[in-house]
């Protein structure tokens, strides 16, 4: 349609100069009235507004189970339960029977960790968490602590007395409690930062079961592997701190294993999901703004993809 009319396609004039001989032509723009079928399927935005570009939560998404961000947290979260269950159930086995500590010293070496703990969650993880830049460097820089501090469980027998055993212990326990729970708190908000507010609710189910089952599984394979690696047909042939200590250099392995899997989580898992979608459209908006279609909306021969192009007419 000519200028200041409105073709029977939708398009209308959004701007227009009367040109006289002598003078440069002038640049009229016509953009699309109706929406197209491609904005209705782009979220809730309304006509003529673009909804939120393909993205993490964007349209053509998977289902929250079956996105790669919620199920990356899962197998680690899996893994970090496994291992911690299976080290606290074979600890107390190890203080018995190698260092030779009674029931009442076993307990009040694990009771001291209890106040130091809410002591640390209450005034210095919400600290750390900021100063590490949220939960997933948290949860690495967790892991790759505690592997560290499981190793020297078994260690803390090399000393001389009775009474270094246990202050070392109940020093070690107290560290490793502190990033066994570090690590856990972030894997909450983790999850809860790979789906969206709608799916939290299933999100957190589904990883609290995962979470328990990798629990159950840990004192079933580390009190049996412990039984083994001290008994007549297992690791006897080495040195008794060395065969005390095989389940504990496990569960190390494990902790570096949890480091690793942290490590090839997306830095995204540190922001909400709905905060990364309102960013991506907030950058589309921008592009608009300046005449450019995004990138999404660019089709590929079969019609126009977004609810607004411009084309330029020069009328001379």
């Not at 968490?129 to 602590?145: E, N, Q």
């Not at 212990?169 to 999850?191: D, H, I, P, Q, R």
């Not at 001290?230 to 060395?242: D, E, F, I, Q």
């Not at 504990?248 to 899997?261: D, H, I, P």
Request: proline share 8%.
């Amino acid at each position: 349609p000519g200028p200041g009319a409105e073709g029977a396609d939708g398009w209308d004039e959004g701007h227009s100069r009367d040109v006289r001989p002598g003078h440069t032509p002038s640049v009229v723009w016509f953009e699309r009235v109706s929406a197209t079928p491609a904005t209705k399927d782009r979220g809730d935005a309304g006509a003529g507004k673009p909804g939120p570009g393909p993205g993490p939560g964007g349209a053509g998404a998977r289902p929250w189970y079956l996105s790669g961000r919620f199920l990356g947290v899962t197998a680690v979260y899996a893994v970090w339960s496994c291992l911690h269950l299976m080290v606290d159930e074979v600890t107390p086995l190890f203080c018995m029977s190698t260092l030779g500590f009674s029931t009442a010293q076993i307990g009040a070496a694990s009771a001291a960790t209890g106040p130091l703990l809410v002591l640390f969650q209450l005034a210095a993880f919400a600290p750390l968490s900021r100063r590490l830049g949220g939960p997933l460097p948290v949860l690495r820089a967790s892991a790759a602590a505690s592997a560290p501090l499981v190793l020297l469980l078994p260690a803390v027998s090399a000393l001389p007395t009775a009474h270094a055993q246990w202050l070392a212990l109940t020093a070690v326990l107290v560290l490793k409690s502190w990033a066994t729970t570090s690590g856990f708190t972030a894997f909450m908000l983790l999850t809860n930062n790979s789906v969206k507010a709608s799916a939290r609710g299933g999100a957190n189910g589904v990883g609290t079961v995962v979470s328990a089952l990798s629990k159950g599984l840990g004192p079933i394979v580390g009190a049996p592997l412990f039984a083994w690696s001290v008994g007549a047909g297992g690791l006897r042939w080495l040195p008794l701190g060395a065969a005390h200590g095989f389940v504990f250099g496990v569960g190390a392995a494990l902790c570096l294993l949890t480091a690793g899997g942290a490590a090839l989580l997306p830095p995204s898992l540190n922001r909400k999901l709905e905060a990364l979608d309102e960013e991506g459209g907030g950058k589309e908006e921008e592009l608009q703004a300046l005449g450019k279609a995004p990138r999404d909306a660019v089709g590929d021969g079969g019609g126009p993809q977004s609810t607004s192009t411009p084309t330029v007419t020069v009328r001379a």
